[in-house]
């Protein structure tokens, strides 16, 4: 998660996984039963298809050209050793407004994925940040550049850390009042991510950065949708720098899981991770939420 990421309403959440590593220094911190089908590398403005399962006709959300700055209570790491973002600068950020890190009374944090369920799992040897936490919600919540959603009632963030390059990835689960409106932000976010490359690109020009940006969705189930951005990074919610973000989105019930891996890369070579495993980790996240 990068480096600045100071609105990123979710402690770890956001895109830039790579600053995540700032969260962690603060915080220490389905089944599918319809097809699955990997999309190979469909083009960015192809819309994902919203899910059968738990959710309604997908309607794309507004393209968003800038971070919104409604923090959900955790500021944005930045890269390896700066906790920045809150709103999800890069990748997920520090709680704030009184964030201890600790399940909150009342609240069951949900169980987070294992580490060797997580994308590119053998290669990085993800190591769990600390315990889950759960953190407070003061507006919605924003995981990237382009997605925000609203209207969650709990938030759950779990971090991990991986072996190469400094490498974060972060899961963050939002439950909402009921499945309609989890349906909702699940659409939302499809949409969000359908115009995430026009956003990014825009937020390149601003930064006047080459407008190389290119998303596209990778994987679709019956509940959940994933997606791959590659760029030049705006710091931010993102930290700066080339790399791909790896964003996973599965909704279950009144629960929308939201997942992120941000892999730093060379602009000259493609990024490691093969994102043919983005079907399993889908489904995987989505036999985790039905439980």
Known sequence: MSRNRRS??????????????????????ATASATDTDAQAPAATTAPTA??????????????????????????????????????????AAPTGGATGKPAPGTTAPAPLKPA??????????????????????????????????????WHQQGFRGSTRDTVAVQDTLTFPDEATAAA?????????????????????????????AVRQTANTADGTSWQRRWTGVQGISSPGDQANHVYAV???NV???LHYDEPASASAAPSYDFRGDTAVLRTLGALLAK
């Open 256 to 258: 929308l899981a939201l």
């Open 117 to 154: 369920e997580l994308p590119d799992g053998e290669r990085q040897e993800w190591k769990p940040m600390g315990e889950v936490m759960s953190l407070p919600l003061s507006g919605d919540f924003q995981l990237n550049e382009c997605v925000s959603v609203a209207k969650a009632t709990a």
């Open 8 to 29: 990123r309403h979710a402690v770890l959440a956001g895109a830039g996984l790579l600053a995540a590593l700032a969260v962690y220094g603060v915080s220490q911190q």
């Open 51 to 92: 899910p059968t399962a738990a959710s309604t006709t997908e309607a794309p959300a507004p393209s968003r050209t800038a971070p919104a700055a409604t923090g959900t209570g955790a500021p944005a790491p930045a890269r390896p050793g700066a906790p920045t973002r809150t709103t999800a600068p890069a990748p997920a």
């Open 185 to 213: 932000a699940y659409r939302t976010a499809v949409g969000a991510m359908k115009d995430c490359q026009a956003t990014s690109r825009e937020l390149q020009r601003q930064a006047a950065l080459p407008q190389d940006a």
């Open 251 to 253: 909704q279950r019930g």
